[in-house]
């Protein structure tokens, strides 16, 4: 798998329920960023955690970090239409590359 | 308090062309990144720039595509001679600090369509 992939690669829930995504990445981070992406817009950054966190909150979205295992959860709350998107993870890839390496996402549904 | 700001936001060429994308990052940042998304793909990293330094090209295409962030002024992504599978979004981010350490924020992306 390639570093920072995220599962599932579509979700598709009722408005009100929790979303839950996950994600996997094969080198040591430093931190590892969730993004959000509308259809045809740019990434909306959402949280960044850093490797020495093991859960963070914003409002209804909740991260945790797993360094052992090399994954990483969004958790959506209370999910509302407006969260339709595609959700990144970003890590870096390691070697020393500046560049975030992201998956295909996972592209979330909230059925009204 | 302007975020990233790209233009031009949607750019047609024929092959052959030169392709110009432009980003400003925002204020106060001066650490900028491009990467390129195809359909129904993740962003890829292209190149890592600071003012007037190129620091990490590891994902550039070795030919045709350049990049650039002068003193004064918009970074600049560079495509010479486009080609159809240059068909792409072209999103581009800045930190504050190096990014390994900083959030990296994006700007709306350049959509470039090659006919």
């Known amino acids: 798998s390639q570093q920072g992939e995220e599962d599932p690669q579509a979700l598709s829930i009722q408005e009100g329920e929790n979303a839950t995504m996950n994600c996997s990445y094969k080198?040591?981070?430093?931190?590892l960023q969730w993004y959000r992406q509308n259809s045809g817009r740019g990434l909306v950054h959402l949280i960044l955690i850093r490797s020495n966190e093991r859960e963070k909150h914003s409002g209804r979205l909740r991260v945790t970090l797993d360094t052992s295992k090399k994954s990483s959860s969004l958790l959506i709350t209370a999910s509302r239409a407006a969260d339709t998107a595609s959700y990144f993870c970003?890590?870096?890839?390691?070697?020393?590359?500046?560049?975030?390496?992201f998956g295909k996402g996972t592209h979330l549904i909230i059925q009204p | 308090n302007a975020g990233v700001m790209q233009n031009p936001r949607h750019l047609v060429r024929r092959r052959g062309q030169e392709a110009r994308l432009r980003c400003s990052p925002m204020?106060?940042?001066?650490?900028v990144y491009w990467y390129r998304q195809l359909p129904e793909e993740g962003l890829k990293f292209m190149v890592y720039?600071?003012?007037?330094?190129?620091?990490?090209e590891s994902g550039m295409p070795k030919e045709r595509f350049s990049a650039e962030f002068p003193k004064e002024g918009p970074s600049i992504l560079r495509i010479q001679q486009v080609v159809r599978g240059d068909s792409a979004a072209y999103f581009c981010?800045?930190?504050?600090?190096?990014?390994?350490?900083?959030?990296?924020?994006f700007g709306p992306g350049t959509r470039l369509t090659v006919l």
């Open positions: 080198t040591s981070i430093n931190n």
């Open positions: 204020k106060g940042h001066s650490h």
């Open positions: 981010a800045s930190s504050l600090d190096r990014g390994h350490y900083n959030e990296q924020f």
């Open positions: 970003g890590s870096y890839s390691g070697g020393g590359a500046d560049g975030l390496t």
């Open positions: 720039l600071q003012k007037e330094n190129i620091i990490d």
